[in-house]
């Protein structure tokens, strides 16, 4: 490519306009992967948490020892271990009351793991709308500056008295920059999002499985003579 064609001189030469564009969808693309990293991490961490808690909750484990290990360690809980302590909270206060029937028991327990179950899946889904939002907009956003890079172009050929490709180059040049930047932001969240949105989905099916588990322990605790 000439030197008078390169990157660099494209986007300092670009229009206003076609800058404000190409801004945006380098803003856009530097964000989404820090969203991307930082939800890769999150989500590791949140199978990893699963996994050994559900190897120390079926363990044998007796459920008080394992809630006031939980509530004692000192790292921040998650997942599974935040459902787990929302409901046998509730369990534990509520049994210790009189005059409250082993159902009501158990309803307010699931009560607490259903809020704490929202809570788990709203946390993992943070940030999530924001890569879907980049995926389906910056293609648009590029071809934006596209169209409005040909049409400069365009602008510039009908004023000259004699069209040459030396004219028109430049201008379409920049606008498939543009078209290349929103490309180059919107397919790496799109990848990004489909991907969390099955791990995530995968996740909230484990953590609804373990509420349902664990209420049926509960109902036999509750109805135990």
């Given at each position: 490519?000439?030197?008078?064609l390169?990157?660099?001189?494209?986007?300092?030469?670009?229009?206003?306009i076609?800058?404000i564009?190409?801004?945006?969808?380098v803003l856009?693309s530097?964000?989404?992967?820090?969203?991307?990293?930082?939800k890769?991490?999150?989500?590791r961490?949140a199978?990893?948490?699963?996994d050994?808690f559900?190897?120390r909750?079926?363990?044998?484990?007796?459920?008080?020892?394992?809630?006031r290990?939980?509530?004692h360690?000192d790292y921040?809980t998650e997942g599974?271990?935040?459902?787990?302590?929302?409901?046998f909270?509730?369990f534990?206060?509520?049994?210790?009351?009189?005059?409250i029937?082993?159902d009501?028991?158990?309803?307010?327990a699931?009560?607490?793991?259903?809020?704490?179950?929202?809570?788990?899946?709203?946390?993992?889904d943070?940030?999530?709308?924001?890569?879907?939002?980049?995926g389906?907009?910056?293609?648009y956003?590029?071809?934006?500056g596209?169209?409005?890079?040909?049409?400069?172009?365009?602008?510039?050929?009908g004023?000259a008295?004699q069209?040459?490709?030396?004219?028109?180059a430049?201008?379409?040049s920049?606008?498939l920059?543009?078209?290349?930047?929103?490309?180059?932001?919107?397919?790496?969240?799109?990848?990004a999002?489909n991907?969390y949105?099955t791990?995530i989905g995968?996740?909230a099916?484990?953590?609804?499985?373990?509420?349902?588990?664990?209420?049926?322990?509960?109902h036999r605790q509750?109805?135990?003579?």
């Amino acid at each position: 490519m000439p030197s008078e064609l390169s990157l660099f001189v494209l986007i300092r030469d670009a229009s206003t306009i076609v800058q404000i564009v190409m801004f945006i969808l380098v803003l856009a693309s530097v964000l989404s992967w820090a969203y991307i990293f930082s939800k890769f991490r999150e989500i590791r961490r949140a199978v990893h948490t699963s996994d050994e808690f559900e190897e120390r909750f079926w363990s044998g484990i007796d459920l008080a020892d394992l809630y006031r290990q939980l509530a004692h360690e000192d790292y921040i809980t998650e997942g599974m271990e935040n459902i787990f302590l929302s409901g046998f909270k509730e369990f534990a206060r509520l049994r210790q009351q009189a005059g409250i029937t082993p159902d009501a028991v158990v309803e307010a327990a699931q009560r607490g793991m259903r809020v704490a179950l929202s809570r788990e899946l709203e946390r993992l889904d943070e940030h999530l709308p924001f890569l879907a939002t980049v995926g389906s907009t910056s293609p648009y956003i590029g071809l934006f500056g596209t169209v409005w890079g040909i049409m400069n172009s365009f602008r510039a050929l009908g004023s000259a008295k004699q069209a040459t490709l030396a004219m028109v180059a430049p201008g379409i040049s920049e606008a498939l920059v543009a078209t290349a930047m929103g490309l180059f932001a919107a397919i790496p969240a799109v990848m990004a999002y489909n991907r969390y949105s099955t791990d995530i989905g995968r996740l909230a099916n484990r953590y609804e499985a373990f509420t349902e588990e664990f209420l049926s322990l509960l109902h036999r605790q509750a109805h135990a003579k």
